[in-house]
């Protein structure tokens, strides 16, 4: 079974993909969407995105990165994932989950699932455009404004030539709202014949299980679920291995934490600093304590030299402990 690293966009950066491939449990990652509209695109917009195409696509401790692209034209679409291919990607990604009204509304991602047709077409041209030996695969959420057309849509993005398909486990209508329609993934891999990996809603091992029982997949992406738990992944194989492990402890969810700050400070505006932090810490406060009195701590702070003293306050506060 592999775990995937899901593409959240803003969110999920080339520094992000590194810290969270440092843990051994993720098998795969897939950039934040380089937009498509309907002009070629220099190398220099995929490498902003998807730096790791300096490194033969893998993060620097050796994960495999997908490229992804998001765009409703099959010619540009083609065309730039011709030009990715050239700059390096080892593997295409198609969007059509996104389920954002900005590119909604610019003709990209979910809006496409409402005419399954037009995700084929845009498949088809991707497939053909690139070489054979480079996978192409595509993630759909369960319909747009409603579920009713999934497997219409699941089964043109195979009819099409896509390789591997991510599912969602729900409409765009259903945005992020619990629960998560994993029996309908379940449809879609008795239906279809490529491998077809489980999305949506996975925050914890028993999610995991609920999940891989309702849906009958093997191979599962986590989004959410690994901000909140950086070491889901470990925690997923694991208990898949039948091996005991120990949930990591807070003073090491705080270190990355740390990591990431000062990777990412001089690559943001001085007046953004410790806005992703912020963001991270969210999430982690679902599963720690503590990260709920350091959000307190910092939510108003914008001065680096500040957030690195609040950093180091938590950081020897929670190793004494």
């Known amino acids: 079974m592999r775990i995937h690293l899901a593409p959240m966009e803003g969110v999920v950066d080339y520094l992000v ?31 902003r995105l998807c730096p790791e195409l300096d490194n033969n696509c893998l993060t620097p401790s050796g994960t495999p990165v997908k490229l992804q692209l998001l765009g409703g034209q099959p010619e540009p679409m083609a065309e730039n994932a011709r030009r990715a291919v050239r700059a390096g990607a080892q593997a295409i990604d198609l969007n059509f989950g996104c389920p954002a009204k900005t590119v909604n509304k610019s003709d990209g991602g979910a809006c496409l699932l409402r005419d399954p047709n037009r995700v084929f077409d845009v498949v088809n041209a991707v497939r053909k455009a690139v070489p054979c030996d480079i996978p192409v695969s595509a993630k759909i959420r369960l319909g747009f404004a409603d579920r009713s057309n999934y497997m219409d849509n699941a089964k043109a993005c195979e009819d099409a030539g896509a390789d591997e398909l991510v599912v969602h486990a ?152």
Request: charged share 25%.
């Open 17 to 47: 993909r590194d810290i969270l491939t440092r843990n051994n449990g993720i098998d795969q990652c897939v950039t934040e969407f380089v937009r498509v509209v309907d002009q070629p695109l220099p190398r220099r917009v995929f490498r």
């Open 170 to 321: 729900r409409s765009k209508a259903d945005g992020y709202k619990p629960p998560a329609y994993w029996d309908c993934i379940g449809n879609i891999r008795q239906a279809l014949a490529i491998p077809i990996v489980a999305n949506g809603e996975i925050w914890c091992i028993e999610d995991y299980i609920k999940c891989r029982t309702q849906s009958g997949c093997e191979d599962m992406m986590l989004g959410r679920g690994l901000l909140a738990c950086p070491d889901l992944a470990q925690q997923i194989k694991a208990y898949h291995s039948g091996i005991h492990f120990n949930p990591m402890p807070w003073h090491r969810a705080c270190q990355i934490l740390h990591d990431y700050y000062r990777t990412s400070l001089p690559i943001y505006p001085q007046k953004y600093a410790g806005n992703r932090i912020k963001q991270w810490l969210m999430y982690l406060r679902l599963n720690y304590s503590e990260a709920s009195g350091f959000f307190d701590d910092i939510k108003r702070e914008r001065d680096p030299e500040a957030l690195e003293q609040a950093f180091q306050r938590h950081l020897s506060g929670s190793a004494n402990n």
